[in-house]
């Protein structure tokens, strides 16, 4: 399959390391994914920015392999004087692709901000620097956890694209199905940019029924329960893993998906592995 059936090809997504050691594992994923000539690289931040500062210090070293870098900018608890300022510094430093986002209240925080949902921080960043950033926001296939019907969450998508977002980045999923449904009723309400599913390599358990449990991605039955015949056995869990999202990616791609971005925990051989087995 040519690259052309898919526009937006590859990308990746890594966080902050709070370590010396995290910082030089991130370094050696980012040259190894590098060599796949992603289309962009994205570093997210922790809730209220608490990361900011960190990724602001990744962004630049992730650039440093010559690949577009897109920090994650979240409007909650943040005054718009703030964002404006990391706006400016962003434009100063070369960035020109941003993953816009509500974001989330960290316990003990007082107030939201002067920008309380990702459709007005869109219209800020539209309204503060016009079209140069490129602005993904974020998807939910399986509905955001706190959206109280999966009505009203895709009309709360459709309010952020038609803010001014360029493209979409779900949250990952193991059913084809839930994508392919979000994508169809999001076009019905005027949708016409591209929705790239997010993708989540399978490497360990506890750790993906936690993500899972905590941001609303539904793990199939027969997937948890494959997994929890394995027990500890961390070898049959990425293999078992990597067949089932590397079938997943494949499906997407001779579905449409205009690309797949990757969260990569910082780590470049899980997704190295699925992006051998498929055709993008």
Excluded at 21 to 43: M, N, Q, T, W, Y
Excluded at 63 to 91: N, V
Excluded at 146 to 157: I, V
Aim: hydrophobic share 40%; charged share 25%; with cysteine.
């Amino acid at each position: 399959m040519s690259t052309q059936a898919h526009p937006l090809g590859i990308s990746f997504e890594f966080f902050p390391p709070g370590t010396e050691a995290g910082r030089d594992k991130l370094i050696r994923a980012r040259d190894a994914l590098a060599e796949r000539c992603p289309r962009f690289f994205s570093v997210t931040y922790g809730a209220g920015g608490s990361t900011q500062a960190r990724t602001r210090q990744v962004v630049r070293q992730v650039r440093e392999a010559g690949i577009t870098t897109a920090p994650h900018l979240s409007c909650i608890g943040s005054e718009k004087a703030q964002l404006r300022d990391l706006l400016q510094q962003y434009r100063e430093e070369g960035i020109d692709s941003l993953v816009a986002l509500r974001g989330d209240l960290p316990s003990g925080m007082g107030g939201v901000g002067e920008l309380r949902y990702a459709n007005e921080l869109v219209e800020f960043i539209r309204a503060e620097t016009g079209d140069h950033f490129e602005i993904a926001v974020a998807a939910y296939p399986e509905s955001h956890p706190q959206a109280p019907s999966f009505e009203r969450d895709l009309e709360n998508f459709a309010r952020k694209m038609h803010a001014g977002a360029n493209l979409a980045i779900t949250q990952y999923f193991f059913t084809a199905e839930a994508y392919f449904h979000f994508v169809e009723r999001a076009r019905a309400l005027g949708v016409e940019a591209p929705i790239v599913p997010g993708i989540m390599p399978i490497t360990n358990y506890t750790k993906l029924a936690r993500f899972s449990d905590a941001c609303g991605a539904e793990i199939p039955r027969w997937i948890r329960k494959q997994l929890e015949a394995y027990g500890d056995d961390s070898e049959a869990i990425a293999a078992f893993g990597e067949e089932v999202v590397s079938r997943l990616c494949q499906r997407l791609l001779d579905g449409g998906a205009p690309g797949l971005h990757f969260y990569t925990l910082n780590q470049a051989e899980p997704t190295l592995a699925i992006l051998d087995n498929i055709t993008v």
